[in-house]
Nanobody
Framework: QVQLVESGGGLVQAGGSLRLSCVASGSIFSINAMAWYRQAPGKQHELVATITSGGSTNYADFVKDRFTISRDNAKNTVYLQMNSLKPEDTAVYYC???????????????WGQGTQVTVSS
């Protein structure tokens, strides 16, 4: 089986920073794209940032120039550096990875359990 475990969430004041990590473990042959999503209370799940296996990144407009996504392929880990945090960034943050478990298997999306980020004003 495959597990994605996020860490690094917490409570921070507006203007502060946090760094989220997400480690994928288990039977993994390869990981393609990885991403961070978030869901605030009463709001829809939304994409924050994505990164390909080659390192190409894409960001939602609301986090551009504040958040940076990166990955360490050797560690099956994706990071989200969040700077200049705002109260509206408060949400549960989830990582997602497109994983091929075996050479002969297809690629499937796996999700972490989420980590809470709370930004106080």
């Amino acid at each position: 089986q495959v597990q994605l475990v996020e860490s690094g969430g917490g409570l921070v004041q507006a203007g502060g920073s946090l760094r989220l990590s997400c480690v994928a473990s288990g039977s993994i042959f390869s990981i393609n794209a990885m991403a961070w999503y978030r869901q605030a209370p009463g709001k829809q799940h939304e994409l924050v940032a994505t990164i390909t296996s080659g390192g190409s990144t894409n960001y939602a407009d609301f986090v551009k120039d504040r958040f940076t996504i990166s990955r360490d392929n050797a560690k099956n880990t994706v990071y989200l550096q969040m700077n200049s945090l705002k109260p509206e960034d408060t949400a549960v943050y989830y990582c997602k990875a497109d994983i091929r478990r075996y050479t002969w298997s297809g690629e499937y999306a796996y999700w972490g359990q989420g980590t809470q980020v709370t930004v106080s004003s």
